[in-house]
């Protein structure tokens, strides 16, 4: 699951940032107003993480945008004002959830995934599938063939990745961007080694192979026709 951070405190959105990608998820970063509508207007994210200071517009003029233009996706503010006004101006305006700062990251990652069980309007997909492949994304669990495979949270977001784009043949650089956060490195074979684990343990034990190599191009997530 893809969730985009708003936060201009540096040492908070990059310890933010860290975090839930360690717990398994796609983060983006903003770090003003304008940057965070701009991103959250026009990408596919499954939540937000939205600080209430914030240079250029703050938390809830984002927001309030964000729900003119019907924009569903879940809210979680952050913020240090504490007053009860506050909390109530924010949930007025469509947040869903409120954090008040400082907090510990155990109590936000849990409300982080409560919401995302919620879903966009209850919509959201809770499960990605290809074959007899399933991979929860609330529980954070991967099963083939009813056999429960255990992956760790860089391998899981690979795989969600690969399923959520299911068949598209994804470039590295894009692989690099979206689960390591980082520009691709032709010198690294950092991917290359993470697929080959991927593979290893929810493709080669079974049949059908779902993950295949494009030469030259990238990788791909899909069911074979004579499957």
């Known amino acids: 699951m893809k969730i985009l951070i708003v936060e201009d405190e540096t040492k ?5 940032k860290q975090g839930l990608s360690e717990a398994g998820f796609i983060t983006d970063l903003a770090r003003d107003g304008m940057d965070g509508l701009h991103l959250a207007s026009t990408g596919d994210y499954d939540l937000l993480v939205l600080d209430v200071m914030l240079p250029g517009i703050n938390g809830w003029q984002v927001l309030e945008a ?20 506050d909390r109530v101006k924010g949930l007025e305006l469509g947040a869903d959830d409120y954090l008040v700062k400082p907090f510990a990251f155990s109590e936000l990652l849990a409300r982080v995934r409560t919401l995302l069980r919620r879903g966009k309007s209850g919509s959201e997909t809770s499960a990605l599938q290809a074959a007899d492949l399933e991979l929860d994304l ?56 993470a697929v080959r684990r991927l593979r290893a343990k929810v493709d080669d034990p079974f049949e059908p ?9 990238g990788y791909v997530l899909e069911v074979p026709e004579c499957a």
């Not at 908070?12 to 933010?16: A, C, Q, S």
């Not at 964000?66 to 006004?85: H, M, Q, S």
């Not at 992956?151 to 043949?169: C, D, I, N, S, Y």
């Not at 192979?209 to 191009?217: A, W």
């Open 12 to 16: 908070t959105g990059d310890y933010l």
């Open 66 to 85: 964000l729900r003119r233009n019907d924009t569903e996706t879940p809210v979680l503010f952050l913020t240090a004002k504490d007053r009860v006004e």
């Open 138 to 193: 609330l529980k954070r669990r991967v099963s083939r063939a009813g056999r429960r495979i255990e992956l760790t949270a860089k391998e899981f977001a690979l795989l969600e990745l690969l399923l959520r784009r299911q068949g598209e043949v994804l470039p590295r650089s894009l692989i690099a961007s979206q689960v390591w956060d980082m520009n691709f490195d032709s010198d690294t074979n950092v991917i290359e080694v």
């Open 209 to 217: 192979k779902l993950i295949r190599t494009v030469r030259g191009m």
